[in-house]
T-cell receptor
């Protein structure tokens, strides 16, 4: 079974400050991990993904995440927050079969607020 | 442009009525998914389909039904048996070999009065 825990349902930072959103996962097989972003009343959009290549993954809009197997973590960071980063962020873990697309388990989400 | 469309964006129904939410994709993806989103609860999987004419229950399938007669279409029916149907519904798709990277539609907000 797979699961995801996002620590902190709400995170608030000042514009220009470091963004750190935390995600811990549990998976019985090597995981594939994702971060998605959701703006109000919209669908989710992929930010970045880890698929067992490089442990430091770079995504869109200046975000990156580091896979740490020993800590079962996949935290999302951005060096300098922008007002447009205000949104809800979801961490997800997927397990795939050999003959199908599999399915994902999502965390409960973290709402990021950016203060001017 | 390839993508997923959901219609309508907003839907209002009276209690006790069945309602069907549309989801269409032109990405040629094999798998499709329906999620329900409530504030503070993330995304919960309702049903998913890996192939045409086959689908599996997710974590909260009670009160919902689906069909997958065509690869590009995966409609969701919210039945009168669903006790609390007011929510935001998201449809997604993914392809084999993509590690289950999911592409999402814009969502349908259903309000039952």
């Amino acid at each position: 079974a797979q699961s995801v825990t996002q620590l902190g349902s709400h995170v608030s930072v000042s514009e220009g400050a470091l963004v750190l959103l935390r995600c811990n996962y549990s998976s019985s097989v090597p995981p594939y991990l994702f971060w998605y972003v959701q703006y109000p009343n919209q669908g989710l959009q992929l930010l970045l993904k880890y698929t067992s290549a490089a442990t430091l993954v770079k995504g869109i809009n200046g975000f990156e995440a580091e896979f740490k197997k020993s800590e079962t973590s996949f935290h999302l960071t951005k060096p300098s927050a922008h007002m447009s980063d205000a949104a809800e962020y979801f961490c997800a873990v997927s397990e795939i079969g050999y003959t199908n697309a599999g399915k994902s388990t999502f965390g409960d989400g973290t709402t990021l607020t950016v203060k001017p | 442009d390839g993508g997923i469309t959901q219609s309508p964006k907003y839907l209002f129904r009276k209690e006790g009525q069945n309602v069907t939410l549309s989801c269409e994709q032109n990405l040629n993806h094999d798998a499709m998914y329906w999620y329900r989103q409530d504030p503070g609860q993330g995304l919960r999987l309702i049903y998913y389909s890996q192939i045409v004419n086959d689908f599996q229950k997710g974590d909260i399938a009670e009160g919902y039904s689906v069909s997958r007669e065509k690869k590009e279409s995966f409609p969701l029916t919210v039945t009168s048996a669903q006790k609390n149907p007011t929510a935001f519904y998201l449809c997604a798709s993914s392809s084999y070999g993509s590690y289950n990277e999911q592409f999402f539609g814009p969502g349908t907000r259903l309000t039952v009065l």
